[in-house]
């Protein structure tokens, strides 16, 4: 996967994408990609972050969240290239495609 | 389990002890019992936190945590005693527990 710091409108175009598939809550929130996913109970929340754990493993690009109770929070961002890069927007997509399956 | 509000030295005690089984790094940080776990990697640091979801899903008593590889900084609080009770003094035994059987 190309590994390099996306240019602003890369982003915006990606958020664009992400906010048109989903629910419009993806922001650029102090330099990484952030989502604040809301779920019935804390079974459906950490169900979803097992799937994602199991995904950022294989692809050994991996998010910080914060999880309280039914609400995930995520934040990405690619350290080596100090921004975004696609493995955050892929990362991104595949987050919005679990939660989405509920 | 006893469900109320403990007492500044109840706290204190409870966190001697906590701190006295592994690693003392157990503190009262803005009112919630705090550690910040480090481990080898982000498949250790999730094991433990799957572990430690379905306890805290079995005893209907949830933690807020932030992962970031590595990294696991969890927080602990009674929301309807306003404080800490037992419940989190039981959460943070098992956390202690998990994280040391590697």
């Known amino acids: 996967m190309t590994h390099r710091k996306l240019e602003p409108h890369e982003i915006e175009q990606a958020l664009q994408q992400l906010n048109s598939a989903g ?8 330099g990484k990609l952030t989502k604040t996913f809301k779920f019935k109970d804390f079974q459906q929340a950490f169900g979803f ?10 692809k050994d690009h991996h998010p910080e969240w914060f999880n309280v109770y039914s609400t995930v929070k995520v934040q990405l961002t690619t350290h080596d290239v100090s921004g975004i890069s696609l493995k955050d927007i892929d990362l991104a997509k595949k987050m919005e495609a679990t939660a989405s399956r509920g």
């Open 23 to 30: 629910s419009p809550d993806w922001t650029l929130d102090n």
């Open 49 to 58: 972050m097992t799937v994602c754990a199991m995904y950022a493993e294989k």
